[in-house]
């Protein structure tokens, strides 16, 4: 493992470390006038014993990343190619490969050593080239290739979305990597009819024109379940993850997920997308297209009592000709006949609008306008006004088709409740918020939350490490979907980023391809790169409207060690002052630099403004 030792830097000349000046932020119009993120240098040289959690943090840390690494080398060759049979298809298909990397990208944000960034880039552009090369031989649109343009030929945003977040986090590490923005920008264009092989997008309508979009463009007829599936497979062959017992049972597996045209609301994960390209670029035109777009669903919601359709016809009007508001595959009526062993025959409820909360996080960061918070608020308590009693007991719906609402529960619909509270950070909408161990702790009422946290991720990694260790699978024997679950980072990460950063817990595992909501970020100026430098611990203990409280912790008893403090994933706060050991230091930017003794550490509060920012991937030293 790549061992950084980051050479101590004399106080005084800590301003030469940097290179950012205060210059105005296009295309913008939120605060555009940004300090140097050196114009405030905060020095913590009070000895500090090494707390257990910072202790468990970095060999936590150091324990993922080698459990990573081995992974890596148990199910990819030298040349970064996945070594499984490659198929198309929403079971197993190319969104699989590529998930592998879960949680890589924000391990090394955080601070791992660069082999898991080099690593995982490399995966990703050999996949690429994979999945290019693969064809099939019965699915029309992969006949081809599986990827055209770097890019899925036509799937849904379920799956698009699986895939491009590790594409849509690489920005994290390396935002001025020419080959990344130009792929953001392509993948971008997919959706902003910047290509015309891939006319996904009605501009004048302003909706994505079929749930299944790609870089060759929308499925403009009803879907198949060979498009769903892809070609046939002795499905016996390989371990049985989704439960079917045969080819012909994966097909009937997608008998009814044939209505795709038109506008679905888990389209709005491709919003990432221009989300993406203008954190890097901050060209004007992928902001335009955000509000654009999202500002359509607002106003559908509004006409719709609040509650977002999950289908929208190609001639702009809500749930087409018979107002089937609820109607599409994964949509509020989606309950498809299931087909795995263990529920054969039953009904399952599939409504996936969990993936659209990915579209409302983008439109804030751009904006930062709680708009778009307040209108998933008004979904929840719309929905929940529905509520009737049922056998004695109070019950709230969670589904909507022919016959009305259906698919009870016996406590509130709370889809979204945390982000929402997250982003607003208003006391009402954090009693919507069900029991929580990590907003206890903020909360100052669970304080052995990190060191419990931190266990339970470990014993996560350590499960997915044994799995894959254990597993006895060769190339010919196993599909890309075998061995992401044993993924050693993807899921045992959350607890660090949580900790660390005060990072909203990635919501059903990422899977929307969404970015990172955290209050807080760090860059290392000796290394030129994103984290904390090595023997550092940080721990956020409070989340308010207006302030965070983190302590930091140099676990080195020699050697000094120096950091940049960013509000928010993407500068998107505005940090107005620090307050140490009563003791404050204005600082109206969106970062400023910690110095810590070896040794020492110490808490800071920051007094911040949340959304004050245009929004940006590039480091402190780069922004403009």
Not at 129 to 136: C, D, F, I, L, S
Not at 417 to 442: C, E, F, I, T
Not at 522 to 550: H, I, M, Q
Request: aromatic residues 12%.
């Amino acid at each position: 493992m790549k061992i950084f030792r980051a050479a101590v830097v004399p106080f005084m000349a800590l301003a030469a470390l940097f290179s950012a000046c205060a210059t105005a932020n296009s295309g913008s119009e939120k605060s555009s006038a940004k300090p140097r993120p050196d114009a405030t240098v905060v020095t913590l040289d009070t000895s500090m014993a090494a707390p257990d959690w910072a202790v468990t943090e970095r060999q936590f840390m150091a324990d993922v990343t080698a459990a990573c690494l081995e992974f890596y080398h148990k199910y990819y060759n030298d040349q970064a190619q996945l070594q499984a049979v490659l198929r198309w298809g929403a079971d197993d298909g190319p969104d699989d490969a590529f998930e592998n990397f879960t949680g890589w990208p924000e391990l090394h944000a955080l601070g791992a050593p660069d082999e898991i960034l080099q690593t995982y880039l490399k995966a990703n552009d050999a996949m690429i080239v994979q999945y290019t090369n693969a064809k099939t031989v019965e699915t029309p649109i992969a006949r081809e290739g599986m990827f055209y343009k770097e890019f899925e030929v036509q799937t849904d945003w379920m799956h698009l979305g699986e895939w491009s977040k590790i594409h849509n986090r690489e920005g994290l590490s390396v935002p001025n990597d020419p080959k990344y923005i130009e792929r953001a920008r392509r993948y971008a264009g997919f959706y902003m009819n910047e290509d015309p092989e891939a006319p996904n997008y009605d501009p004048k309508l302003k909706l994505i024109r079929s749930l299944l979009t790609g870089s060759r463009g929308p499925m403009l007829r009803q879907a198949t379940p060979l498009d769903w599936v892809g070609d046939p497979v002795d499905i016996s062959k390989f371990p049985a993850v989704h439960g079917e017992a045969n080819y012909e049972e994966m097909l009937a597996h997608y008998n009814e997920y044939t209505d795709v045209v038109g506008d679905s609301f888990l389209n709005l994960g491709a919003t990432t997308l221009p989300t993406t390209a203008y954190m890097l670029t901050h060209d004007a035109k992928y902001k335009k297209w955000l509000i654009e777009y999202m500002d359509a669903w607002v106003g559908r919601m509004q006409q719709n009592n609040w509650i977002i359709p999950s289908y929208v016809a190609l001639d702009g009007k809500i749930g087409g000709p018979d107002n089937k508001w609820w109607g599409n595959a994964y949509g509020w009526g989606f309950s498809p006949i299931s087909t795995s062993q263990a529920s054969f025959g039953q009904r399952q409820n599939r409504n996936r609008i969990q993936r659209s909360l990915v579209g409302f996080n983008n439109a804030l960061w751009l904006t930062g306008d709680q708009k778009y918070v307040d209108a998933w608020r008004n979904m929840i308590n719309s929905i929940n006004s529905n509520a009737q009693t049922r056998n004695g007991r109070t019950q709230y719906p969670t589904m909507y088709g022919a016959d009305g609402w259906y698919g009870w529960a016996n406590q509130p619909w709370s889809v979204g409740a945390l982000q929402v509270w997250y982003w607003s950070m208003k006391p009402d909408d954090l009693a919507r918020v069900a029991q929580n161990g990590w907003v206890a702790y903020l909360q100052g009422k669970n304080p052995n939350y990190p060191l419990t946290a931190l266990a339970a991720d470990n014993r996560t990694m350590q499960r997915h490490l044994q799995n894959f260790r254990a597993d006895t699978t060769t190339p010919a024997t196993r599909l890309a979907d075998n061995e992401l679950d044993n993924d050693p980072a993807g899921g045992p990460v959350d607890s660090l980023l949580q900790l660390m950063l005060g990072a909203l817990p990635m919501p059903d595992g990422a899977r929307d391809g969404g970015l990172i909501n955290a209050r807080l970020r760090y860059f290392n100026p000796v290394l030129k790169r994103a984290g904390l430098p090595e023997d550092v611990g940080a721990l956020v203990s409070g989340l308010t409207d207006t302030t965070t409280t983190v302590t930091f912790v140099n676990l080195n008893k020699t050697e000094a060690r120096t950091f940049v403090v960013q509000g928010g994933a993407y500068a998107e706060h505005r940090i107005d002052s620090v307050e140490s050991d009563g003791k404050t230091t204005p600082v109206n930017s969106t970062s400023f630099t910690v110095h810590l003794a070896p040794g020492s550490g110490g808490t800071l509060t920051l007094t911040m403004k949340r959304y004050a920012e245009d929004p940006t991937e590039l480091f402190p030293w780069d922004q403009k």
